[in-house]
């Protein structure tokens, strides 16, 4: 019998293309069952074993963040203290932790975490934090560690000072700018409306630690910019000194009268000249370009007397008017100008100790002040030559004195911080790309055009007694905020002066401290209100012996307010203003001409209703 196998056999190889098509497909589909579910099993495990990696890499990624955080702020203290000696163990414990953290970010499967919804901007937002850390730790605490224990003055075989370490710390801050500006902007585009919380309380503690290393960076960047005009890093360098007279007061601290022609080059520092106000034409108005609004508050005397150059509140204004009074009376025009007084003097000599003059004659922290605003002219009743002749010496011997370099750098640039932030010392500089890194710092010498982080406030005092009187001035300002309001927020003024000469001595004041008329004396106050803001109202609360006001303008980018108050001995003067600001939380600070007798300021809150 035969089979219906063997019968079919020839049909079977001249089947039609409908058939050879069927068994075609299902060859097909027991290859693809044999590839694709085995594959599907592997990429299931797979993706169980990455979302595992990637798990415990994230918690490894805490811990290492965790501590690097901690050695951060051990770092801060050693820095803080001057411990140098344990900063590059630190530094390297830093280091090891950081590039942990960093390390699982840059794998493959963490990176295609980061495109998963709803997980993926957490896992960004961890790296993002995780290399930061690691970058801040290279490129900056890494270098800075080996640098700050060794930075020190050290001179080269010519005598010239090495510069070498200033250029070191110039390119780490640098290079710590740039990170920083690319974490700042890294950060701001994580969406943590899209992270859980402890991702978003980490991005947000990092934004502050980054906002507040933003925030001392201008100060360090301006400082060593600062220190290398002054040192001609860049080559041959005019560099002008000027030194203020607080006993007569201006916006910036007083009459520059006294100064000092530097020739810098490659840590070649020389006296050129030494100039008094004798030598220049007071008489000659300078033909400097200014603001209209200046010319108006300070009159022409700003163009005409050299004491009343620092008049404005503007540290680029003053050094354009003497930059112009150097060429145009001598023919010499100062690459920099760099202004300071004798309070930062007292502030210095606390860290190089006294300095002698010739004849032995010492000054000191103590003494510095009320030997050079005040003693002098009791010594050399009529000024002249001799009063030139002694602030001459004394600038010299100072000057000597900080280019030995005997003293402890650290604390000197503590001291240097200190009378910047005080006002009591200001730069400018032709040079763009260095005056740049001044800007945002209180080197420069301005007013913010903004009242982003702070409201700032201004204060400021000029002499018009033409006399060295404000010796004896004393001043006070409180500031009432009132936020009740706050879309309308405002700032009201008072100012309070009072002229306190000991009574021994009223009446036998030598000509030179006295006023031009005696026993009368003439101060303006000048009243600056927050960036764009307006005035809303003046007042003269106490007169004294008489007192007026105006003119009322808008001067930097601000509402300013004259006062011109005439006092006696022993009277009292109060002046107001009020001005209105802009919707903004941020804090006041006020601003003041750095007095001998420093200007108590006092800042309230009003009482809302």
Not at 6 to 22: D, K, N, W
Not at 174 to 192: S, V
Not at 417 to 431: C, F, H
Not at 434 to 447: P, V
Request: charged share 20%; aromatic share 6%; with cysteine.
């Amino acid at each position: 019998m035969t089979t219906p196998e063997f019968l079919l056999a020839p049909e079977r190889q001249h089947r039609s293309s409908g058939s050879s098509s069927r068994r075609r497909k299902r060859r097909r589909r027991i290859i693809f069952h044999s590839i694709f579910w085995p594959l599907l099993a592997l990429l299931i495990i797979g993706s169980g074993l990455a979302a595992w990696w990637l798990a415990a890499s994230a918690l490894a990624v805490r811990d290492d963040l965790e501590v690097a955080r901690a050695q951060v702020v051990a770092f801060q203290k050693a820095a803080d203290e001057r411990r140098f000696e344990e900063l590059q163990p630190i530094a390297d414990e830093l280091d090891a932790a950081a590039s942990s953290a960093a390390a699982p970010t840059a794998n493959p499967v963490w990176r295609m975490a980061e495109l998963v919804p709803g997980v993926g901007e957490n896992v960004r937002a961890v790296r993002i934090i995780a290399e930061g850390v690691d970058d801040v730790s290279q490129q900056v605490v890494q270098p800075a560690s080996g640098l700050v224990g060794e930075f020190g003055i050290s001179r080269d075989e010519s005598g010239a000072l090495d510069l070498e370490p200033l250029r070191t710390a110039t390119d780490i801050a640098a290079d710590a700018q740039a990170i920083l500006d690319g974490l700042e902007a890294d950060l701001a585009g994580i969406d943590t409306d899209a992270t859980i919380a402890p991702v978003s309380d980490a991005v947000t503690q990092f934004g502050d630690v980054v906002e507040s290393a933003q925030g001392t960076l201008p100060g360090i960047n301006a400082a060593l910019a600062g220190a290398g005009a002054m040192l001609g890093i860049d080559g041959p360098q005019t560099v002008l000194l000027a030194f203020e007279n607080n006993a007569e007061a201006t916006a910036l601290g007083g009459g520059p009268a006294a100064q000092t022609l530097l020739s810098v080059d490659d840590g070649t520092v020389k006296i050129d000249r030494q100039v008094s106000s004798t030598e220049l034409d007071t008489q000659a108005p300078i033909g400097t370009e200014i603001d209209e609004s200046a010319d108006q508050l300070y009159n022409d005397i700003l163009r005409t007397e050299i004491n009343a150059t620092t008049s404005r509140p503007d540290f680029p204004t003053a050094a354009a008017l003497l930059r112009s009074r150097w060429d145009r009376d001598l023919g010499i025009t100062p690459n920099t100008v760099v202004m300071t007084d004798p309070i930062a003097v007292s502030r210095i000599l606390e860290v190089t100790g006294p300095v002698s003059l010739p004849g032995g004659e010492q000054l000191t922290s103590d003494n510095v002040v009320s030997k050079l605003l005040n003693e002098i002219y009791f010594r050399y009743p009529e000024g002249g030559a001799e009063s030139d002749a002694y602030f001459a010496a004394a600038s010299a011997a100072m000057f000597d004195k900080m280019m030995a370099g005997d003293y402890d750098v650290w604390q000197m640039a503590q001291a240097l911080i200190d009378v910047t932030n005080s006002g009591s010392l200001m730069m400018w500089t032709e040079n763009e790309p260095t005056q740049e890194l001044f800007a945002g710092s209180r080197l420069d010498g301005t007013l913010p055009h903004t009242n982003l982080g702070a409201t700032v406030l201004g204060v400021y005092f000029r002499d018009r007694s033409i006399s060295k009187i404000d010796y004896y001035l004393h001043t006070g300002a409180k500031v009432t905020v009132d936020t009740c309001t706050p879309e309308a927020p405002t700032y009201t003024v008072e100012v309070t002066l009072r002229m306190d000469i000991p009574a021994d001595l009223q009446f036998s004041l030598p000509e030179y401290i006295d006023s031009r008329e005696p026993g009368a004396y003439r101060t303006e106050v000048f009243l600056y209100g927050p960036a764009g803001g307006s005035t809303t109202e003046v007042a003269v609360p106490n007169p004294a012996n008489g007192a007026t006001t105006g003119p009322s303008v808008i001067d930097l980018g601000r509402p300013a307010e004259k006062f011109t108050v005439d006092m006696v001995n022993g009277q009292t003067a109060v002046v107001r203003a009020t001005f209105a600001g802009t919707p903004d939380d941020a804090p006041v600070e006020v601003r003041t001409t750095p007095m001998i007798n420093r200007t108590g300021v006092e800042v309230v809150e009003a009482t809302c209703g």
